[in-house]
């Protein structure tokens, strides 16, 4: 069946350096990708999101790039904040979502 | 918008029991989505509605859980009876339009805990 397989599982970063997620689906007819930020003890939050017929998007410190060819996409953080300490999910989408596995993201200051 | 509105926010009871979780989409939404959380699971996709028709319930894991839709603005996923494997986080989400292309929105969530 299709799936979302996200490394890693956790990342530690200092204080403004940045902070990759990587995803890899299966399902060729995926064409939405959304990430969502989940504090704990929160509901799942949508933070970026993009679609097969783009390659890159950013919104201010929060980038997400597109590899359909090699079915991967990644999520980037950069100048990380305390406050970006969180799970983070991808997910991919032909017509419902797969999630990704997580990533516990700490930021130490 | 208050957003997705779920509850109750906390729910304890004993195995055997039947529960019942209850699910407000946002207004004008379409679809609706039942997910289940757990550590072991992550987040998986119980069953969606488009229109208050059940679309997908592959992800309904045994004939003890069912979900209703009988109007726009409200939803139950019931567990009859629960087992202490049931213990999970459950969300409602619901989006607009075109399920696979449009963001959706998660509500706070029920714990359910089953002793």
């Known amino acids: 069946g299709e799936n979302v397989e996200q490394h890693p599982s956790t990342l530690s970063v200092q204080e403004g350096d940045s902070a990759v997620i990587k995803c890899t689906y299966s399902d060729s007819a995926s064409n939405y990708f959304p990430w969502y930020k989940q504090e704990l003890g929160k509901r799942p939050q949508l933070i970026i999101d993009?679609?097969?017929?783009?390659g890159e998007k950013k919104d201010q410190r929060i980038a997400v790039t597109l590899n359909k060819t090699a079915k991967h996409f990644s999520l980037h953080i950069t100048e990380t904040q305390p406050e970006d300490s969180a799970v983070y999910f991808c997910a991919a989408s032909a017509y419902k979502y797969i999630f990704g596995t997580g990533t516990r993201l700490k930021v130490l200051a | 918008d208050a957003g997705v509105i779920q509850s109750p926010r906390h729910e304890v009871t004993e195995m055997g029991q039947e529960v019942t979780l209850r699910c407000k989409p946002i207004s004008g939404h379409d679809y609706l989505f039942w997910y289940r959380q757990t550590m072991m699971r992550g987040l998986e996709l119980l069953i969606y509605f488009n229109n208050n028709v059940p679309i997908d319930d592959s992800g309904m894991p045994e004939d003890r859980f069912s979900a209703k839709m009988p109007n726009a603005s409200f939803s139950t996923l019931k567990i009859q009876p629960s087992e202490p494997r049931d213990s999970a986080v459950y969300f409602c989400?619901?989006?607009?339009?075109?399920?696979?292309?449009?963001?959706?929105?998660f509500g706070d969530g029920t714990r359910l805990s089953i002793l």
């Open positions: 989400a619901s989006s607009l339009g075109g399920q696979s292309n449009q963001p959706q929105h």
């Open positions: 993009i679609r097969s017929n783009v």
